[in-house]
T-cell receptor, first 117, second 112 residues
Framework: QVQLQESGPGLVKPSETLSLTCTVS????????WTWIRQSPAKGLEWIGY???????HYNPSLSSRVTISLDTSGNQFSLKLKSVTAADTAVYYC???????????WGQGTMITVSS | DTVMTQSPLSLPVTPGEPASISCRSS???????????LDWYLQKPGQSPQLLIY???NRASGAPDRFSGSGSGTDFTLKISRVEAEDVGVYYC?????????FGQGTKLEIK
């Protein structure tokens, strides 16, 4: 059974770059949209963006100047980089899978990221 | 961005009774292909969200058949025919018609 697992630093200093990785446990990355979503008390659930298995990407305009999502097909992983973080980026970050872009049928357990000095 | 508004925000329900959650979008979610791009998710306590319904009325794989979705355009409803204790959590609608995809603020279902 396919599972997703996020990994990341837990704590990031303001102005630094947040880097997260999502590992796809089994199966192929091909044919899916691989997505990052975050959840905070202030903003609720927020779609960050996706990378498709062919390499195309699409980001939330509110974050697009700071975010990069990329694929590592050899490692069955995809990653999120968010630069110049502030306290407003403190949230639980989830990776998720979709066949069509929406309808996320598989989620990781989430990883809490705190931005603080 | 499309704004998603859910009601009620809190929903106490007696086990075995039906429940209904409303979701309204600021723009129509009806595509020219006839599909409404509206998902429903349930986030159980301490867990990640899980997909219940996609395209307004299609039950996701593994979702119990007591869950059903309906609606078109800007008004949508999630119905639970008979609430069970395991249905507690926060329910979210999400529009998938236009990026950025956007979620409702959530409806917390609790057992009376």
């Amino acid at each position: 059974q396919v599972q997703l697992q996020e990994s990341g630093p837990g704590l990031v200093k303001p102005s630094e770059t947040l880097s997260l990785t999502c590992t796809v446990s089994t199966g192929s990355i091909s044919g899916y949209y691989w997505t990052w979503i975050r959840q905070s008390p202030a903003k609720g659930l927020e779609w960050i963006g996706y990378v498709h298995s062919i390499g195309s990407t699409h980001y939330n305009p509110s974050l697009s100047s700071r975010v990069t999502i990329s694929l590592d097909t050899s490692g069955n992983q995809f990653s999120l980089k968010l630069k110049s973080v502030t306290a407003a980026d403190t949230a639980v970050y989830y990776c998720a899978r979709s066949l069509w872009g929406y309808a996320f049928d598989l989620w990781g357990q989430g990883t809490m990221i705190t931005v603080s000095s | 961005d499309t704004v998603m508004t859910q009601s009620p925000l809190s929903l106490p329900v007696t086990p075995g009774e039906p429940a209904s959650i409303s979701c309204r979008s600021s723009q129509s979610l009806l595509h020219t292909n006839g599909h409404n791009y509206l998902d429903w998710y349930l986030q159980k306590p301490g867990q990640s969200p899980q997909l219940l319904i996609y395209e307004a009325s299609n039950r996701a794989s593994g979702a119990p058949d007591r869950f059903s979705g309906s609606g078109s355009g800007t008004d949508f409803t999630l119905k639970i025919s008979r609430v069970e204790a395991e249905d507690v959590g926060v329910y979210y609608c999400m529009q998938g018609l236009q990026t950025p995809y956007t979620f409702g603020q959530g409806t917390k279902l609790e057992i009376k």
